[in-house]
């Protein structure tokens, strides 16, 4: 799995609202969709894009369509935000001893 499309997938709002909503938990499509202001099928294509990024899993259970996280795909994010702050703290932290070094 990328992670153009793991991002991609993280820019709407949407799909970050229903990640949010099954930080409790497993739920059902409907209980998952019954805040939102939009159809159900606009949410079943929400949960298609968050499941092709590898952030959500689902599966059904009789007539039921349950939708839960996806730990590693948000673990994926999560070392690659990581591995950038390091990288950025280090050049930042090099040009502070420039700067400091100039200063003198």
Known sequence: MSLNQTFAALADTT???LLKRLETGEQTLSDLAAPFPITLM?????VRVLEEA????THKIG???HVRLRREGLE????WVTDVRVRWSESFDRLAEVL???SR
């Open 15 to 17: 799909r970050r609202d």
């Open 42 to 46: 606009a949410i079943q294509k929400h």
């Open 54 to 57: 590898e952030l959500v899993t």
């Open 63 to 65: 007539r039921s369509r």
């Open 76 to 79: 994926r994010v999560s070392e």
């Open 100 to 102: 400091e070094e100039e």
